[in-house]
């Protein structure tokens, strides 16, 4: 019987290496019309290949190794050794044509499948692209090393198939006679079974009582061993617990100052408030305080983060500390939002709770206040003028009374019962309102607009949508998961401490409570690896993003530029969305871009540039759209201004601006008293000029050079445009000089 199955198993793969001895004849035809697409021209051509790509040197170090004689494998498998081995190339085809694949040595095919085959560029579509004679002659090593495998290791095998059979045929003989064994045998077990069944049914009887106390001793282990990765990191926080209780006074108030006080500045002011106010006086006082304690650390945490990401809040700092404020404020926020990114947040947040939504200018708008007071519904009165209602004074300060157990508002002459779940949100438009002292008393006002960081992250998702909308899909997407996984892990922990906290009786016996905290446990490590992995597709993915910046950068500058222009005139004022549908024509309008159709005729490349050359584009093409845009609506007294202060403020990003020379040009110092002798040409206060601006480094012999060289500098001064077509380098250096020179004063640029 034994014999018999060892047999069986032998002669089937006998029988499965024949039907794949069959199979090598297509790999030989593959080898043959790899070789036969090969020509004396094409071998000539890859011969005379001085320096040839390394993949072409593999393939003809693969092919001398293949056919090394006896098995030996020269040393030297450089370019110049192969084109001593190709030699005559009708010689060489032949050679490799009549090659005796039936007697390779092991050696070099193992020698070719470890340093060639197993490069991944090792393929003739690869190497195709690089030479068609070396990607025949890599068809052609591959193929052969395909045959190897299959026809020299079958081989020795199909000698045996014939004997292999014979012995199956004895064996067959044989099996009938142990067969009616087995029945014998059988028909004994079966006696046997009967006796043994009886028997265990007393053995389980014996068993149970150890049974159910092995069981109990067994859910110890899993409860034990399901919690043992928590010792650690519980005793650690337990520690850091005890430690900030005593330091909770000092950091408690820095968040309380943070929230009532911080949320109308703007990130440099609130920084200068909690570094350079708070922090030294809570020091003075002798307060106990976390040594870098920051607000943030008590107002939020990262699954807090990640819900208000998912919800649509901005990921930068400013933002972040804005959610901050207005989740733990006991007054209600009125948010200072011309760039609508906080109404967006609150317009998601509260969706689901029934959010109504209206502005002060509709009528009859105080019903719908009242019906969501008395129902518990979120309410947004969105673009405030600076001048609210005097009606709304009892529900922005939440004037209420008790009656009973009923807490009463009254709005007018009506009398509403208050609902504890109502939530008011202000919000206005203005960039910089001016409410009454009572409005920023009853509110925390929170100050949502935009900075040139955040902006420039924004628009950096806008850039990349539109060019790499695939790659922007996988960071949103990324950014969504790494949110939501952050907050399942912060559920799953809560619930974990849940469960243990509230587990009756002996923990030992509550086989569900168990389970649930294995399945949790098992949940939170699956979701801890797979937040490791995404970190890491996060890093690659953020540098390939980080391509398209300068253009986001670009547009951050030119948008902080017009949104200044007030100071110009008052009429300049540009909405940040009509802002964005700009940028987005400016990059439509791009060329060297997969769709052309919005550029103009005569800018168009017909082809795609490669990304540097495209990033300039893009940079280039959307400030000139948005400048011209921005130019349709300028006084013509102020265009100069503004191209002046677009050009240095991109200088300054670029760290060109050399700011002791842009100074002077905007200042315009004179040094008076000294003697002038060139009175009949230049005035007085011209010299005063020139005699500030040899201070400067380059121009210590500017006046000498004036009264030594007179009439060409007089000549120069005449001219309609003394600058000249000067180059980008020498722009600020003939400013100054031709400012000082024909003016004596510098040009006011706001």
Request: glycine residues 6%; negative net charge.
């Amino acid at each position: 019987m034994h014999n018999i199955s060892t047999i069986l198993p032998d002669c089937t793969t006998d029988m499965c290496s024949f039907m794949c001895c069959l199979a090598a004849e297509p790999i030989i035809a593959e080898a043959e019309a790899a070789l036969n697409s090969l020509d004396k021209g094409s071998l000539g051509e890859l011969k005379s290949f001085g320096s040839p790509a390394a993949e072409i040197v593999q393939v003809v170090a693969a092919c001398m190794t293949l056919t090394a004689p006896g098995g030996k494998i020269p040393k030297d498998l450089s370019w110049n050794a192969g084109k001593k081995y190709m030699g005559n190339v009708d010689a060489f085809l032949k050679s490799l044509l009549n090659f005796d694949k039936d007697n390779i040595p092991v050696n070099c095919v193992d020698a070719v499948e470890k340093e060639y085959i197993s490069s991944p560029n090792f393929t003739t579509d690869y190497i195709k692209s690089k030479s068609s004679a070396a990607a025949g002659l890599c068809g052609w090593v591959v193929n052969i090393c395909k045959y190897f495998h299959i026809y020299q290791v079958v081989a020795p095998k199909r000698a045996s198939l014939a004997e292999a059979n014979r012995k199956l045929e004895t064996a067959n003989k044989k099996l009938s006679g142990i067969r009616a064994r087995v029945k014998e045998l059988q028909d004994k077990v079966a006696a046997l079974e009967e006796s043994f069944m009886k028997a265990t049914e007393d053995k389980n009887a014996a068993i149970a009582q150890a049974e159910k106390t092995s069981r109990k001793a067994q859910l110890a282990d899993r409860l034990v061993n399901g919690l043992s990765g928590e010792n650690k990191r519980w005793s650690e926080t337990i520690s850091k617990m005890e430690v900030a209780g005593s330091k909770l006074i000092g950091n408690v108030l820095l968040a309380a100052a943070f929230v009532s006080y911080a949320g109308p500045f703007n990130m440099t002011l609130r920084n200068h408030l909690v570094e350079a106010c708070w922090m030294p006086d809570i020091i003075q006082r002798g307060i106990p305080y976390s040594e870098g304690v920051k607000p943030l650390d008590l107002l939020t945490d990262d699954t807090a983060r990640a819900k208000w990401a998912n919800e649509g809040l901005p990921t930068d700092p400013l933002s972040i500390e804005n959610g901050a404020i207005m989740t733990n404020a006991s007054r209600w926020p009125l948010m200072i939002d011309p760039q609508l990114q906080g109404i967006k947040w609150i317009k998601n947040r509260e969706e689901a709770n029934g959010l109504v939504i209206i502005q002060q200018s509709q009528p009859k708008y105080i019903d719908k206040v009242i019906h969501c007071i008395e129902n518990g519904l979120p309410l947004l009165f969105e673009n405030l003028p600076v001048d609210i209602d005097a009606v709304l004074d009892p529900v922005v300060g939440k004037s209420t009374v008790k009656r009973g157990r009923n807490v009463i508002m009254k709005i007018g002459d009506a009398e509403v019962e208050y609902d504890p779940r109502f939530r008011l949100y202000l919000q206005t438009k203005l960039s910089n309102p001016h409410f009454k002292p009572e409005i920023a008393a009853q509110t925390t006002l929170v100050n949502f607009c935009v900075t040139e960081k955040g902006l420039e992250d924004q628009l950096l998702a806008l850039v990349v949508d539109h060019e790499r909308p695939d790659l922007q899909e996988q960071s949103s997407t990324l950014v969504r998961q790494l949110a939501e996984y952050t907050i399942t892990l912060k559920e799953l922990e809560d619930n974990l401490l849940f469960r243990l906290a509230n587990a009756q009786g002996d923990i030992l016996e509550d086989i569900e409570l168990i389970e649930n905290l294995e399945e949790t446990k098992r949940t939170a490590v699956e979701i801890e690896e797979k937040v490791k992995q995404a970190k890491v597709t996060e890093v690659s993915i953020s540098k390939a993003r980080e391509v398209y910046r300068p253009v986001a950068s670009r547009g951050s500058q030119v948008y902080f530029l017009i949104d200044n222009l007030n100071a110009l005139d008052r009429v300049y004022h540009y909405s940040m969305a009509n802002y964005v549908a700009i940028l987005k024509k400016g990059m439509d309008m791009t060329p060297g871009g997969p769709d052309e159709s919005a550029v103009p005729v005569a800018e168009r490349l017909g082809q795609q540039v490669e990304l540097e050359k495209r990033v300039e584009l893009l940079v280039e093409t959307t400030s000139y759209v948005l400048f011209n845009y921005v130019a349709q609506g300028l006084f013509e007294r102020h265009k100069l201004i503004v191209a002046t202060q677009l050009c240095m403020a991109v200088l300054r990003s670029r760290g060109e601006l050399q700011r002791q020379k842009f100074e002077f040009l905007l200042r315009g110092p004179k040094e008076m008293g000294v003697d002038n002798p060139l009175t009949d040409w230049v005035s007085e206060s011209v010299w005063g000029s020139v005699q500030a601006l040899k201070e400067l480094e380059d121009y210590a012999s500017l006046p000498d050079d004036l009264v030594g060289s007179s009439k060409r500098w007089r000549e120069w001064m005449e001219l309609e445009r003394p600058g000249g077509a000067a180059g980008q380098a020498l722009m600020l250096k003939q400013s100054l000089v031709t400012g000082v020179s024909r003016w004596g004063y510098s040009v006011d640029l706001g």
